[in-house]
């Protein structure tokens, strides 16, 4: 498969902390407000004023955060974040990171970040408890396998039927076999992490994750591992937005920062610099 250089080169900089997937000088001026808006948030608005507090993973994975570092801004979601707090009117030095873990963070209540960026996908249900930006990007699902296994040579859907599945509870990628309605019933586990190690130990004969993740874990991870394909959306969206409190005050200014970076064909290059080639040769499972 090829890549291209900007990608190959960042992620096979630091390969040795794939594993972990699958296992400054303070302003002393406000923010402006938000280019996206007239009316943009007060600094009171935000977890520390004069600050852009950030959180994501407490480890961020390839290829959304490289080497787990989201202060050098490299990797599509660390890059993402600081085109967005650029439309703020904030400075670089002005972004702080925090670290939570996915379920904590998505939980109703207080936060200790402004907005959290770490592939959550939009839904109804989360609605519920806390606010999303508009969407900064829509993933696909992919299945993978190891190579000799009975999912080696699945061609179409139907073959997914004599398989065994394994997907995170709870996410798209579960939601997705279950829309895709061939009777799957696959094995649900807490995270992608301990998904790909029932796949790794021969418990599970496939793994379905989002697709950037997919690529990660086939190229630098799980030794004589492939992409078996890429299944259909089946109706099921996988749109991911940045993660606020509910009701937050900064809602419709993120919203529009992102929006300003989907239209000035930000995000579209930032895609192009740190997930094209993803599905170079994958085909869709009919």
Do not use: H
């Amino acid at each position: 498969m090829s890549r291209r250089p900007a990608l190959r080169i960042a992620l096979a900089a630091s390969a040795a902390a794939l594993a972990l997937l699958l296992g400054g000088c303070a302003s002393s001026a406000a923010p402006s407000a938000s280019s996206s808006s007239d009316a943009g948030p007060s600094p009171d608005d935000y977890v520390t004023p004069g600050k852009l507090t950030i959180a994501t993973g407490e480890t961020a994975y390839e290829p959304y955060v490289i080497d787990d570092d989201p202060e050098s801004g490299e990797g599509f979601e660390a890059a993402v974040a600081y085109a967005v707090a650029d439309k703020l009117g904030f400075a670089k030095d002005d972004v702080e990171w925090v670290r939570t873990s996915f379920d904590a963070a998505i939980a109703p209540g207080p936060k200790s970040f402004d907005f959290n960026v770490q592939q959550y996908t939009i839904t109804d249900e989360r609605k519920q408890g806390v606010d999303f930006s508009s969407p900064y990007y829509s993933a696909s699902q992919s299945l993978i396998a190891l190579k000799g296994g009975k999912a080696d040579g699945v061609t179409a859907l139907a073959g997914l039927e004599d398989i065994t599945i394994g997907a995170m509870a709870n996410s798209t990628s579960a939601l997705t076999l279950d829309a895709l309605d061939l009777g799957l019933k696959p094995k649900l586990y807490n995270s992608n992490e301990d998904a790909t190690a029932a796949l790794s130990a021969g418990q599970v004969d496939a793994v379905v994750l989002d697709t950037p993740t997919a690529y990660v874990a086939v190229n630098f991870y799980i030794e004589n591992s492939f992409f078996v394909g890429e299944l259909p959306k089946s109706g099921i969206e996988d749109q991911w937005g940045l993660l606020l409190a509910k009701d937050s005050p900064l809602t419709p200014a993120v919203s529009a920062a992102v929006d300003e970076l989907r239209e000035d064909g930000t995000l579209a290059d930032l895609e192009e610099k740190w997930l094209s080639g993803l599905t170079e040769g994958v085909t869709e499972l009919q």
